[in-house]
């Protein structure tokens, strides 16, 4: 029988996407700001550096999950890989806030460049399937890291403007830079934690096999379930990435408030409260279905934003509504993903955890963001938007349809697209069945 995971254990997993969040929620939150307003970069030309960058970063996210499937080492296959990766994560946090004395081409250069980040995020969710054989355990585990996860993101939204003014001292250059080195030392420490204290017991040294990288793309074949959860999940990331990165323009262009960004910002913590939901709501819904409602509420909360005019305080209701329906939709297809793994090997008879998880939440996560920056930085741009302007009525139109009503859409689709999930669920119980059959 499996041993408990111990509260240190359960500690160091939702360390994990503190610091994740914490590094990463920076970058998708106000690297498009940093870019027009601070670095001196168009916004056509910022929105199609996250679009590149993005990209090109996304498609390495099945390398790492070959990599991790690859990995031999006594700490396991993913748990190492949050020693080896924090430094370089850290770093280039840190270099993408600078803001050397460089020409508009040199810029452009510099920020897709430092732009490309590493591929943490693949272990955090890899390692997921190897902390646990049970699947509602999984579900208790990704949890506590979703509360992690926005712990990370809560300080980061509410805290960046206001210490990079404090830092900064006026200078906005001075005070992204210092703001960024400070998240990144802890960040660094905070994966070192994790590494510490976390434990795979479905993966040693003696225990694991290498795959094949053609069985690895074989675990792909007919894993419909997977195929759902990823574009599902894609979708989430697009339409958060979308409220995230253009809440600032909105708060100051819009609103007349620069403040107000931080304020709705920090009341995203309100995502802690759907992540408590969630064990509560799977035993009355299946996976599939609280997924969904964490979708439709989000979309609803959206929709409710673009009705109630400027008024401060009916807007930050909506985003405290949304933010719930968030906080369920992030949650859920990080713990599905581990069925996913279960199906692919029933399937086929190839466990392929890293390859699957790294698409499934890397690659989701990096091109949701990255067409999250790109699509609204176009509208934009298309509208007329000039950074440091008194903005024309088209481009604060594009910035309130950009704000408000794509993520709506973005969410709508999300839900849409997980109506087919339910069919695949259904088998969940018998596949566990028979892969115990199989080991013994």
């Known amino acids: 029988m499996q041993k408990k995971l111990s509260l240190t254990n359960i500690l160091a997993y939702a360390s994990t996407d503190t610091a994740g969040n914490l590094l990463y929620c920076t970058l998708t939150s106000f690297i498009l700001y940093f870019y027009t307003d601070v670095f001196g970069i ?42 080896w ?7 280039f946090l840190t270099l993408s806030f600078l803001s050397p004395d460089l020409s508009s ?20 969710t890899s390692i997921l399937p190897n902390l646990s054989n049970d699947s509602d355990e999984r579900v208790k585990l990704n949890s506590y890291r979703m509360v992690g996860g926005n712990i990370g993101y809560f ?12 830092f900064g001292g006026g200078n906005d250059q001075r005070g992204f830079a210092i703001t960024a080195a400070v998240y990144s030392i802890i960040g660094f420490l905070m994966f070192i934690f994790a590494f510490a204290k976390t434990q795979e017991i479905n993966n040693t040294p003696q225990e694991v096999q290498s795959i094949p990288i053609k069985d690895s793309f074989k675990a792909m074949a007919g894993n419909w379930p997977w195929v759902i959860i990823v574009l599902a999940n894609v979708m989430y990331w697009l339409g958060n990435t979308v409220r995230t990165s253009t809440v600032i323009y909105y708060a100051q262009y819009n ?55 400027s008024n401060f305080a009916l807007i930050a209701a909506a985003w405290i509504f949304t933010s719930i329906g968030t906080g369920i939709a992030v949650s859920m297809p990080f713990a599905m993903l581990s069925d996913t793994v279960d199906y692919g090997e029933w399937k086929t008879g190839i466990r392929s955890a890293g390859f699957l998880t790294a698409i499934g939440s890397a690659f989701c996560i990096k091109m949701g963001s990255g067409l999250g920056g790109f699509i609204p930085s176009k509208i934009m741009a298309a509208a007329g938007y000039v950074a440091h302007k008194q903005q024309t009525a088209s481009a604060l139109a594009s910035t309130k349809f950009s704000f408000v009503w794509l993520p709506a859409i973005c969410f709508m689709i999300g839900a849409a697209i997980m109506l087919a999930y339910a069919k695949y669920e259904k088998k969940e119980d018998q596949i566990k069945k028979d892969l115990l059959e199989r080991v013994n």
């Open 42 to 83: 168009s916004v056509g030309a910022a929105g199609t550096i996250l679009l590149v960058a993005r990209v090109i970063d996304s498609l390495d996210a099945p390398i790492w999950g070959l990599i991790i499937d690859h990995t031999h080492s006594k700490y396991g296959q993913s748990r190492p890989w949050f020693l």
């Open 85 to 91: 990766l924090a430094a370089p994560f850290a770093i």
């Open 105 to 124: 081409t040199q810029k452009g250069i510099y920020a897709l460049v430092t732009y490309l980040v590493t591929g943490i995020s693949t272990p955090i």
């Open 155 to 166: 300080v980061t939204a509410s805290f960046t403007l206001p210490l990079v003014a404090f």
């Open 255 to 309: 609103l007349g408030h620069l403040n107000y960004a931080s304020l709705l910002n920090g009341l995203v913590l309100f995502q802690v409260v759907g992540n408590i939901l969630i064990p509560f709501m799977v035993r009355k819904f299946s996976k599939g279905q609280t997924l969904i409602i964490g979708f439709s509420i989000a979309s609803l909360g959206q929709i409710l934003i673009g009705f109630v005019g």
